[in-house]
């Protein structure tokens, strides 16, 4: 998917197999990511630091490309 807000959806409607977000979620945005178990694509160590700690947070793990 392009953004975030298209990847909830697709959770939102049902589908349960994997979902890569392409676009970049401001860090702001990482508790979405891993409440809808998405998988987010990276390219900075902020993000990266992020996700990893709201996954840590909400006792889950987050999947990253």
């Known amino acids: 998917m392009a953004t ?5 959806e697709l959770r ?4 349960q197999s994997l ?3 392409f676009g970049l ?3 702001a ?9 998405l998988s987010q694509a990276v390219c900075n ?3 990266v630091k992020a996700l ?4 840590k947070s909400q006792g889950q793990t ?4």
Do not use: D, N, T
């Not at 939102?12 to 589908?15: S, T």
């Not at 990893?52 to 996954?55: F, I, K, N």
């Not at 987050?62 to 490309?65: C, E, F, G, I, M």
């Open 4 to 8: 975030l807000e298209e990847a909830a």
């Open 12 to 15: 939102k409607a049902g589908i």
């Open 19 to 21: 979902i890569l977000v």
């Open 25 to 27: 979620s401001p860090p």
């Open 29 to 37: 945005q990482v508790q979405q990511v891993v409440k809808y178990k």
């Open 45 to 47: 160590m902020e993000l």
């Open 52 to 55: 990893s700690a709201e996954a």
């Open 62 to 65: 987050v999947k990253v490309q």
